[in-house]
């Protein structure tokens, strides 16, 4: 079986977030970035294969040479090979396609990415993939097992869990869940060494179009004052939750 999974450079989740230009572009300085945390619960589940089944892993990922740090780190958890598209992430449909091709030409059985990137939070490129790919999809995913061509996933609906009996190829959006937190792992010095050893193959984009573009950002409006109200005095709590909040 050979497994590419998608991984994104986002930003570390304890980051301060500025924006430059007018607020119309992030602000990169004194960032750290990381492996989008659902991708990372992803390819811990495709090490899990490579280890139990003996599948190969590649990892790609679309983004300029800043981002080769994170698929460097995705290299020395244990994947075999990496790719990087050498293009600006600025569209999902354009990362999408953009992986399409690499999916293409790779000729891989099983597609893992992250339900979604913790930094746009768009949730459209693993569905957008397998449409291109024309192959089965299964988003939410929180279980997988593979024997043979066949698949059981397992994702998460509204109120429960749905198990899905599938085939390969497969594309899945993955999530918390695919693996325990406690899975994860941390490279460790031998993974480093050697994974300036694997390959990191830099590819340039198809072309492709971008029918969606950033405008503007703005973060979300700091918190008001909190006002404290004796236990007792029932009547006060009543009389502002009605004339300031406006909630009754």
Same mark, same amino acid.
């Given at each position: 079986?050979?497994?590419?999974?998608?991984?994104?450079?986002?930003?570390?989740?304890?980051?301060?977030? #500025?924006?430059?230009?007018?607020?119309?572009?992030?602000?990169?300085?004194?960032?750290?970035?990381?492996?989008? +945390?659902?991708? =990372?619960?992803?390819?811990? *589940?495709? @090490?899990?294969?490579?280890?139990?089944?003996?599948?190969?892993?590649?990892?790609?990922?679309?983004?300029?040479?800043?981002?080769? +740090?994170?698929?460097? !780190?995705?290299? %020395?958890?244990?994947?075999?090979?990496?790719? *990087?598209?050498?293009?600006?992430?600025?569209?999902?449909?354009?990362?999408?396609?953009?992986?399409?091709?690499?999916?293409?030409?790779?000729?891989?059985?099983?597609?893992?990415?992250?339900?979604?990137?913790?930094?746009?939070?768009?949730?459209?490129?693993?569905?957008?993939?397998?449409?291109?790919?024309?192959?089965?999809?299964? #988003?939410?995913? &929180?279980?997988?097992?593979?024997?043979?061509?066949?698949?059981?996933? @397992?994702?998460?609906?509204?109120?429960?869990?749905?198990?899905?009996?599938?085939?390969?190829?497969?594309?899945?959006?993955?999530?918390?869940?695919?693996?325990?937190?406690?899975?994860?792992?941390?490279?460790?010095?031998?993974? &480093? @060494?050697?994974?300036?050893?694997?390959?990191?193959?830099?590819?340039?984009?198809?072309?492709? +179009?971008?029918?969606?573009?950033?405008? !503007?950002?703005?973060? +979300? %409006?700091? !918190?008001? %004052?909190?006002?404290?109200?004796?236990?007792?005095?029932?009547? =006060?709590?009543? %009389?502002?939750?009605?004339?300031?909040?406006?909630? &009754?």
């Amino acid at each position: 079986m050979k497994i590419l999974v998608c991984i994104s450079n986002v930003p570390d989740t304890t980051s301060k977030i #500025n924006f430059t230009e007018g607020d119309t572009k992030f602000d990169t300085n004194g960032v750290q970035f990381v492996i989008n +945390p659902n991708d =990372e619960f992803g390819l811990t *589940r495709a @090490m899990w294969f490579k280890e139990k089944q003996g599948a190969a892993v590649h990892v790609a990922t679309v983004g300029g040479a800043q981002t080769e +740090p994170t698929i460097r !780190k995705a290299l %020395a958890i244990g994947a075999d090979e990496a790719i *990087r598209v050498n293009a600006e992430p600025s569209d999902g449909f354009f990362v999408a396609k953009q992986l399409a091709e690499v999916v293409k030409n790779g000729g891989y059985d099983l597609v893992i990415a992250g339900r979604e990137s913790i930094d746009y939070n768009g949730g459209m490129v693993p569905g957008m993939l397998a449409t291109l790919l024309d192959m089965n999809f299964v #988003n939410t995913c &929180i279980g997988l097992e593979i024997d043979g061509n066949n698949a059981i996933a @397992m994702r998460e609906i509204d109120g429960g869990k749905e198990k899905i009996n599938t085939t390969l190829p497969l594309v899945i959006g993955g999530q918390k869940g695919l693996v325990q937190e406690s899975d994860l792992r941390i490279p460790n010095m031998r993974g &480093i @060494m050697m994974a300036r050893q694997k390959a990191l193959n830099v590819i340039e984009p198809v072309e492709a +179009p971008q029918p969606t573009q950033d405008q !503007k950002f703005e973060k +979300p %409006a700091p !918190k008001g %004052a909190v006002k404290l109200i004796d236990a007792d005095n029932v009547g =006060e709590l009543v %009389a502002l939750l009605h004339n300031e909040a406006k909630v &009754i």
